[in-house]
């Protein structure tokens, strides 16, 4: 079974690894957006009370999003684990998310700040169909202009620079005890998300197959902390 939780700044690349892993694994990609979101579109009792929340604009109490976690883990697809990224965010969330499930493994996506604020400043996402591009990586075809429908790309506000050092200063500060939390269990796994996604998934599968039972060792070299 892998029940992984995935931990890492804005920018790092955790939800392109995890959509790609949890097709390669066979299990469910769970982030607590996309539970709220499809709860409150399926109009279940839980998405009902949530939506209530979130159209009063107030954050979602934890305890509801761990009903719903725990609603989703009990579906057949959760049977051979899960990928759970976005939570928890902090020690509160780690400590009541054990209470739900075992984890089996944790892997903390780490980057140089520099490199998150310039990924982050070149981001482009279209208006129209939520596509994202950026201008240096994965640029539009046109410039400015959206593939699928030519909408003009929007540059979100908090993908402005300043913005982004604060939002990286407020994970370091939410996640470091959180990191520690995890650490002190043994669950805790390095990787380094600098590079290409496919260079950045090599060394994802590594450390996720590390001790797993059944599983096959890929042949990329261990993760390795990068230096201070």
Do not use: W
């Not at 939570?87 to 903390?108: C, G, K, S, Y």
């Not at 590079?195 to 060792?217: C, H, I, K, S």
């Amino acid at each position: 079974m892998h029940r992984i939780v995935f931990l890492g700044p804005p920018g790092a690349g955790k939800g392109t690894q995890a959509a790609t892993l949890a097709k390669e694994l066979g299990i469910p990609h769970l982030s607590t957006g996309d539970l709220l979101r499809t709860a409150v579109r399926a109009r279940s009792p839980l998405g009902q009370e949530a939506e209530g929340y979130m159209r009063a604009g107030r954050l979602v109490p934890d305890d509801l999003v761990l009903r719903l976690l725990r609603e989703r883990l009990a579906a057949p697809e959760a049977a051979r684990g899960f990928l759970l990224d976005g939570f928890p965010r902090n020690r509160a969330q780690a400590e009541a998310l054990e209470a739900v499930t075992p984890v089996d493994r944790v892997v903390a996506f780490e980057i140089d700040p520099t490199i998150l604020v310039q990924r982050l400043s070149d981001r482009r996402v279209c208006p129209v169909c939520a596509a994202v591009y950026n201008l240096t990586s994965q640029p539009p075809k046109q410039d400015l202009l959206c593939d699928r429908d030519q909408a003009p790309l929007d540059h979100r506000p908090d993908d402005r620079p300043e913005a982004i050092r604060t939002r990286l200063e407020v994970y370091r500060q939410e996640t470091a005890p959180l990191e520690a939390f995890y650490r002190e269990r043994g669950l805790l796994r390095p990787v380094r998300a600098d590079g290409t996604p496919a260079e950045v998934a090599a060394r994802l599968r590594t450390v996720v197959e590390e001790g797993m039972p059944g599983a096959t060792r890929t042949t990329s070299p261990p993760t390795k902390r990068p230096s201070q």
